[in-house]
């Protein structure tokens, strides 16, 4: 089953390629305005221009090209394409599973209706991989990973549409092309349960957390040039291991505690982060 999609077919069923262009062209660009509402909206990039110019006040050590251009590639590695912000292991398995199967996911679909080729067998198999990676991520954090579900012993099934909008559209959009992929039928009511879902998930940008996963990285790349410059985002620099930071204790007695000391390391670990 994973070696054809109903793509192929949609052609037969009398749309042709040059429409199924045009509708990839204009989730694209729902994405790209949505995304600059939200921006205007929140006002994150004045945000994130004026905490820079702060930053750049306040910074002990003066950056070069070179050093930044090593940031970003960590940021890209560590924080971009392995989740490193994520400690929870599992949690980060969601995560790289749910991004990865959006990305070959829709990579695959925009190959194959760009190329007018529906039906070439590596990327209708990575086209399914993809729906299943996706479906497994977002169907994963949903009941196990959501957001104040376990922390506030709220149920999993409780929902919030302007904050579950993206997981929703996820959840919808992968379900609905591996039925319509099995079923089999170019044109029914497995594509238009399809098209809804794309629509809602590529659409509704400016009401869910779609536009989140681009300003995280940004904001990843800013924490760290604020902690490689010294600034460190007008935070305390000292931990309690550091021998300065001990000096400064008003207790004698804990001036050497060690990091994990006291019952606090018995409590239990928040499960959705």
């Given at each position: 089953?994973?070696?054809?999609?109903?793509?192929?077919?949609?052609?037969?069923?009398?749309?042709?390629?040059?429409?199924?262009?045009?509708?990839?062209?204009?989730?694209?660009?729902?994405?790209?305005?949505?995304?600059?509402?939200?921006?205007?909206?929140?006002?994150?990039?004045?945000?994130?221009?004026?905490?820079?110019?702060?930053?750049?006040?306040?910074?002990?050590?003066?950056?070069?090209?070179?050093?930044?251009?090593?940031?970003?590639?960590?940021?890209?590695?560590?924080?971009?394409?392995?989740?490193?912000?994520?400690?929870?292991?599992?949690?980060?398995?969601?995560?790289?599973?749910?991004?990865?199967?959006?990305?070959?996911?829709?990579?695959?679909?925009?190959?194959?209706?760009?190329?007018?080729?529906?039906?070439?067998?590596?990327?209708?198999?990575?086209?399914?991989?993809?729906?299943?990676?996706?479906?497994?991520?977002?169907?994963?954090?949903?009941?196990?990973f959501k957001v104040d579900v376990v922390a506030e012993?709220?149920?999993?099934?409780?929902?919030?549409?302007?904050?579950?909008?993206?997981?929703?559209?996820?959840?919808?959009?992968?379900?609905?092309?591996?039925?319509?992929?099995?079923?089999?039928?170019?044109?029914?009511?497995?594509?238009?349960?399809?098209?809804?879902?794309?629509?809602?998930?590529?659409?509704?940008?400016?009401?869910?957390?779609?536009?989140?996963?681009?300003?995280?990285?940004?904001?990843?790349?800013?924490?760290?040039?604020?902690?490689?410059?010294?600034?460190?985002?007008?935070?305390?620099?000292?931990?309690?291991?550091?021998?300065?930071?001990?000096?400064?204790?008003?207790?004698?007695?804990?001036?050497?505690?060690?990091?994990?000391?006291?019952?606090?390391?018995?409590?239990?670990?928040?499960?959705?982060?």
């Open positions: 089953m994973i070696t054809h999609t109903p793509i192929a077919l949609l052609e037969k069923a009398g749309i042709p390629y040059e429409t199924m262009q045009t509708y990839v062209i204009i989730m694209i660009a729902l994405v790209i305005v949505m995304t600059i509402m939200d921006m205007l909206h929140k006002k994150s990039a004045k945000y994130f221009f004026n905490n820079a110019k702060v930053a750049k006040e306040s910074a002990t050590r003066e950056l070069g090209a070179g050093d930044k251009i090593g940031i970003a590639a960590a940021t890209i590695a560590t924080d971009v394409l392995s989740a490193g912000e994520f400690n929870n292991p599992i949690r980060r398995i969601v995560h790289l599973l749910t991004m990865y199967g959006f990305i070959l996911f829709n990579g695959a679909t925009a190959v194959m209706i760009f190329t007018n080729n529906g039906a070439d067998a590596m990327w209708t198999q990575i086209w399914h991989i993809g729906a299943i990676m996706l479906l497994i991520g977002s169907f994963w954090f949903w009941f196990c012993a709220n149920s999993p099934f409780s929902i919030d549409l302007k904050r579950d909008a993206f997981s929703l559209s996820l959840m919808a959009t992968s379900v609905s092309a591996l039925i319509w992929s099995y079923n089999g039928n170019a044109i029914g009511w497995e594509f238009a349960l399809v098209i809804l879902a794309t629509a809602s998930l590529f659409g509704g940008v400016y009401w869910s957390k779609f536009s989140h996963m681009f300003f995280k990285p940004f904001a990843a790349y800013d924490k760290r040039i604020t902690k490689a410059d010294g600034s460190a985002e007008n935070l305390p620099t000292l931990t309690r291991d550091d021998s300065e930071q001990q000096k400064r204790h008003s207790m004698e007695l804990l001036v050497d505690a060690p990091m994990d000391m006291g019952l606090g390391i018995k409590r239990e670990k928040p499960q959705h982060y």
